[in-house]
C-alpha cells in the first residue's frame, strides 16, 4: 500500500540551530499536511501544501511541497526549546482511500538549551 | 469550549476483556476517526466515520470494533482479539472527510496486562 517516508526519525540539536525533516510518498499526492506533537501531547495541524512547488512559511517555520507532489520538508530556521516535540507529516491520496491521511513516522526534535 | 474530549486519559485492563474507549465532539463535524499510536510507528488509521450509522475500516481494524450513533459521539471498543493492544489511542474529527484538517482529542493510553 501508499507509504510516507519520514527522516530523520530523530534530530538533537543546540538551540539556534537550523532542524529540517523530510517526507517522501511513494505515490503522488492530492496534498500533504504537518502536524506537531509536543511530549504527552496530541497532533496539532500546523498546515496544508497543495500545489506543486508551493513553499509556504510561518514565522521560522518554512514549509515545501516537491514539484512532483511526492515530497515534502519542513524546515525550522534558528530553533528554541518550545519547538521541542515530534513532527509529522500527513499525505493525501487522489483516489481509493480519498479523503485518509497517510501519516509519516515522524520526525522527534530535541533541543539542547 | 468547544473540542474533541476522550477519557480516560490512562486506562488498565486484563489480558481477555474487551474495552470501550470513548470519543466526543461538539465542534458539529461530520467526519471522524481512530488512530493508534506506538512508539516510532506515527500514527495509523483504525476505523473513519463520515456520517452517522456509517464506518469504515482504516489500515489496522483487526480486533477494533466502532458505532456511531450519534454525530457528536464515536467509541471505540479493543476486543480480546486484539493481539497488541496497549498504545495511545487518538480520536479526532473534521468537518467533513478529506477537509482541510483534522483536529485530535487528547488520546487515551491503554495498557494491557
Known amino acids: 500500500g501508499q507509504q510516507v517516508m519520514q527522516i530523520p526519525q530523530y534530530q538533537h540539536v543546540q538551540e539556534g540551530e537550523d532542524f529540517t525533516t523530510y517526507c517522501n510518498s511513494s505515490t503522488t499526492l492530492s496534498n500533504i499536511q504537518w502536524y506537531k506533537q509536543r511530549p504527552g501531547g496530541h497532533p496539532v495541524f500546523l498546515i496544508q501544501l497543495v500545489k506543486s512547488g508551493e513553499v509556504k512559511k510561518q514565522k521560522r517555520l518554512t514549509f515545501q511541497f516537491g514539484e512532483a507532489k511526492k515530497n515534502s520538508s519542513l524546515h525550522i530556521t534558528a530553533t528554541q526549546t518550545t519547538d521541542v516535540g515530534t513532527y509529522f507529516c500527513?499525505?493525501?491520496?487522489?483516489?481509493?482511500?480519498?479523503?485518509?491521511?497517510?501519516f509519516g513516522k515522524g520526525t522527534k526534535l530535541s533541543v539542547k538549551p | 469550549d468547544g473540542g474533541i474530549t476522550q477519557s480516560p486519559k490512562y486506562l488498565f485492563r486484563k489480558e481477555g476483556q474487551n474495552v470501550t474507549l470513548s470519543c466526543e465532539q461538539n465542534?458539529?463535524?461530520?467526519?471522524m476517526y481512530w488512530y493508534r499510536q506506538d512508539p516510532g510507528q506515527g500514527l495509523r488509521l483504525i476505523y473513519y466515520?463520515?456520517?452517522?450509522?456509517?464506518?469504515q475500516k482504516g489500515d489496522i481494524a483487526e480486533g477494533y470494533s466502532v458505532s456511531r450513533e450519534k454525530k457528536e459521539s464515536f467509541p471505540l471498543t479493543v476486543t480480546s482479539a486484539q493481539k497488541n493492544p496497549t498504545a495511545f489511542y487518538l480520536c479526532?474529527?473534521?468537518?467533513?472527510?478529506?477537509?482541510?484538517?483534522?483536529?485530535f482529542g487528547p488520546g487515551t493510553r491503554l495498557t494491557v496486562t
Open positions: 466515520s463520515q456520517i452517522v450509522n456509517d464506518f
Open positions: 479526532a474529527s473534521s468537518p467533513q472527510r478529506g477537509a482541510v484538517e483534522q483536529y
Open positions: 500527513a499525505g493525501q491520496n487522489y483516489g481509493g482511500s480519498q479523503g485518509n491521511l497517510i
Open positions: 465542534l458539529n463535524h461530520d467526519a
